[in-house]
Structure formats: structure tokens, C-alpha cells
């Protein structure tokens, strides 16, 4: 069973940073990607950010502000989240899983992190 945890979220002003890490332990597959969704109120989840093996893909509304990185000594997956806006507040997701071609199946999942973004 692979555990995921969050951590690193809160709340920031307008044009602020956070970093969320998460934390992984328990069983890990070789060659799966880590990524990061979000989950507005009200709506589904969308992809903010996914990694693997160096590889990464962004969703469009974040690209130049969030970067996604891995520390694989340490099954550690980070989302650096630069000049936030309102529109991002949100709770976010780490989760891992397959990613092939233009698809990415998370099949597992952490509990969450909010992150408010408001002045």
C-alpha cells in the first residue's frame, strides 16, 4: 500500500510563494510519474503539475509559476507555487500513478492541503 502526505499549504497574500511537499512511504512502483491536482468548491479535481524521470507537464494556467521536482532519495515530490493569485485557492492533491503518452491515471492519492491565497 503507497501512503502519500501533504504538507506546506496555509495561507498567503497576492504575489506570494508556497512549496508543498509530500511525502511518500509503504510500497513505490518503479517508473510511475508523481503529480499535484487541485480541487476548487464545487467543481472536480484538475492537474496542476506531474514529474517522472525528469519529464514534467504543467497545466496552462500555472506554467512560469509552479514548479514541480522530486527528491527520489527521499520519495519526496515538491510543488514550488510562485506569484499565487486568488484563483488559486484551492485544495491540492499529490498523487501517483502511471503516465503514458498524454494520459495520467493517479492511483493513489493524499488527503489534501489547503492553500488560500487572499489579502
Known amino acids: 500500500q503507497v501512503q502519500l502526505v501533504e504538507s506546506g499549504g496555509g495561507l498567503v497574500q497576492p504575489g506570494g510563494s508556497l512549496r508543498l511537499s509530500c511525502a511518500t512511504s509503504?510500497?513505490?512502483?518503479?517508473?510511475?510519474?508523481m503529480g499535484w491536482y487541485r480541487k476548487f468548491p464545487g467543481t472536480q479535481r484538475e492537474l496542476v503539475a506531474i514529474i517522472r524521470d525528469g519529464a514534467t507537464k504543467y497545466a496552462d494556467s500555472v506554467k512560469g509559476r509552479f514548479t514541480i521536482s522530486n527528491d527520489n532519495a527521499e520519495n519526496t515530490v515538491y510543488l514550488q507555487m510562485n506569484n499565487l493569485k486568488p484563483e488559486d485557492t484551492a485544495v491540492y492533491y499529490c498523487n501517483t500513478g502511471p503516465w503514458v503518452g498524454d494520459t495520467y491515471n493517479p492511483a493513489y492519492w493524499g488527503p489534501g492541503t489547503q492553500v488560500t491565497v487572499s489579502s
Open positions: 509503504g510500497r513505490t512502483f518503479r517508473g510511475l510519474a
